[in-house]
């Protein structure tokens, strides 16, 4: 147990110095007497909220309930609004600023006299962002997820947003319906607070950081507007000063075990391609090398068990109701390293102890499981000499070995101008490059490509995609994402021309393009290195610094190890 004097915050408001004396000072300024906050840990709440994030319209109101919960505890909460990454509405995309909201946490966490962290985020980016930030950080660190929406609604059939709204649109392109039927799936889509409801990133995110040992049991599957969820925010904030007490810090908790039993969950989630790349650049944060090997060998002996969309038929809410991530793990333990500590200060396997599968069909047992193996399959060949990913259990499984002539797309722009071209068949591949972490740049999520409109009025709901982008969780068909290198680098992606045979053969986990070395290395020496994508600003620092995606996407400057020392505050 820590003593009040071993508090870092002490060493800005104990003491004897003209700064302690301000410091006091100006905490009469903020209206408290010094019996409600001396010798108390100074919990930091950061909080994503933000106006134009629907997902976490309701963390704003939440926050009274982690202050609540803090205070009971004899805490001293103090909120720190930091910078909100809404994936509907930042564009590029907010993978562009992931790394700008770690080093904001990373960086409030530092500077404040703070000795306790309270993360509250979970549309999709934040939760990496807030982890990063705050491994590196060090203190004690507990994640209160936003929690997913309530299950979408339209003429009496279940939606899940994001998932049904690329099926709807194809339908609407397919001429399957029209005007009237979209007005009303527009607002039905999304209808209430949180975060997607489908096994999209943020689930996969936030059900991670759980696993990982840093939310209360059970918390990231509560939907946002459940009583459960206000209760939840209430037991985060009494136990993180707990945490500070016990010295309880995120260091202990993140080890190599615990990135291991994230991957085995996201796997058994059916969980987000995105989840690849974040987990990466988070281990990296705690000193961890992770690399994409770790990924396939773990997917080849963890089953999919989580029936949910889009990868399976429910959604969040209903994936809750069924017990949740403890009912999932509960069927796992044997592939998890439950004597690991969560912030709970107890081991995994006694959060567990009470979890239960309430129902087989959304969380299902190991002799039925949704896929037998997980689902992302890591490909290497001379298209993707560093790695590239494939969810193939969103995948219609004819295609998942096949051969075809590429179309490609030089980017976004011409992709939009030139995908309705009537040459284009169901066994095309089609082949998308400039969309990487510096091509895109921040990998948009471009990676699930449309299909031409002649061919789905034919009927084809699939076919064989390929970039270096990154592709929404909520987003399903064969679409091989993250090649890496990419093309703006001069990967072999940028190699590659129409009418190029392309093999992908995921059981053995290749990616061919049917191209001798002496022609590729020919079209090597014609290739031009396209401009930098940003003269100034943030843009040109994360050019200089962005590793590519089998690396994480992190800064190389953030990903390295070290030591930065603690202000002084005297
Ligand atoms: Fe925020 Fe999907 S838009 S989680
Ligand atoms: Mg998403």
């Not at 982890?131 to 004690?140: C, E, F, K, Q, V």
């Not at 209360?216 to 500070?244: E, F, N, Q, T, Y």
């Not at 999932?328 to 004597?339: A, E, V």
Request: proline letters at 7%; one cysteine or more.
């Amino acid at each position: 147990m820590k003593a009040p004097e071993e508090l870092r915050s002490h060493r800005w408001f104990g003491g004897d110095e003209l700064r302690n004396f301000s410091h006091r000072a100006r905490g009469r300024q903020l209206g408290y007497n010094p019996e409600e906050h001396l010798g108390k840990p100074v919990i930091g709440i950061l909080n994503t909220w933000s106006d134009i994030n629907p997902c976490h319209m309701h963390l704003r109101e939440r926050a009274e309930q982690v202050k609540r919960g803090v205070w009971q505890a004899g805490g001293f909460p103090l909120e720190f609004p930091v910078a909100t990454l809404s994936e509907t509405y930042q564009k590029p995309t907010p993978m562009l600023y992931r790394n700008l909201l770690a080093m904001e946490t990373e960086e409030i966490l530092r500077s404040y006299p703070i000795d306790g962290a309270v993360l509250m985020g979970g549309c999709d980016k934040t939760t990496p962002a807030l982890l990063m930030g705050a491994a590196s950080a060090g203190l004690p660190a507990i994640f209160v997820p936003a929690g997913p929406m309530l299950r979408g609604h339209w003429r009496n059939e279940v939606l899940g947003s994001g998932t049904d709204m690329w099926k709807y649109w194809d339908d609407k392109r397919a001429g399957l319906i029209g005007d009237a039927e979209m007005s009303e799936l527009e607002r039905g889509l999304a209808r209430s607070p949180g975060h997607c409801m489908t096994m999209g990133t943020a689930s996969t995110m936030t059900s991670a950081a759980e696993v990982l040992g840093m939310t209360l049991p059970g918390a990231a599957s509560i939907p946002a507007v459940d009583s459960a969820h206000h209760r939840m925010a209430a037991a985060s904030g009494a136990r993180i000063v707990d945490m500070v007490w016990e010295d309880l810090t995120i260091t202990r908790i993140l080890d190599k075990r615990a990135y291991a039993d994230a991957i085995t969950t996201v796997l058994a989630l059916g969980g987000s391609t995105n989840a690849v790349i974040h987990l990466i650049a988070m281990a990296g944060r705690s000193g961890i090398p992770l690399s994409l090997a770790d990924f396939d060998a773990i997917a080849r002996r963890v089953p999919v068990l989580a029936n949910i969309r889009p990868g399976g038929d429910w959604l969040m809410e209903d994936f809750y109701y069924a017990g949740g991530l403890p009912g999932l793990l509960s069927r796992l333990t044997d592939l998890l390293h439950t004597d690991r500590v969560t912030v709970t200060g107890r081991t995994l396997e006694a959060d567990l102890a009470a979890a239960r599968v309430h129902n087989d069909d959304v969380i299902r047992p190991r002799d039925n499981p949704v896929a037998a193996e997980g689902g992302v399959a890591v490909l290497h060949g001379n298209l993707a000499p560093s790695g590239a990913v494939i969810k193939h259990i969103a995948a219609e499984p004819h295609l998942l070995t096949h051969t075809g002539p590429a179309v490609v797309f030089e980017n976004y722009t011409d992709l939009k101008k030139r995908i309705e071209d009537p040459s284009i068949t169901a066994d095309s591949v089609l082949v998308l490059r400039g969309s990487g972490p510096l091509g895109g740049p921040g990998m948009p999520e471009y990676g699930m490509l449309p299909i031409p409109a002649h061919l789905l009025a034919a009927g084809v709901r699939d076919m064989v995609r390929l970039s270096d982008a990154r592709m929404s969780g909520t987003s399903y068909g064969a679409c091989v994402l993250h090649v890496a290198p990419e093309s703006h680098v001069g990967g072999p992606l940028a190699l590659v021309r129409d009418g190029d045979l392309i093999t992908l053969d995921v059981p053995a986990r290749t990616l061919h393009l049917d191209v001798s070395d002496e022609e590729l290395e020919r079209r090597r020496a014609e290739w031009t290195a396209p401009a930098p994508r940003f003269e100034r600003g943030y843009g040109a620092l994360y050019s200089e610094h962005i590793t590519q995606a089998d690396e994480g996407c992190d800064f190389d400057f953030l990903a390295r190890a070290g030591h930065n020392p603690e202000p002084d505050a005297g």
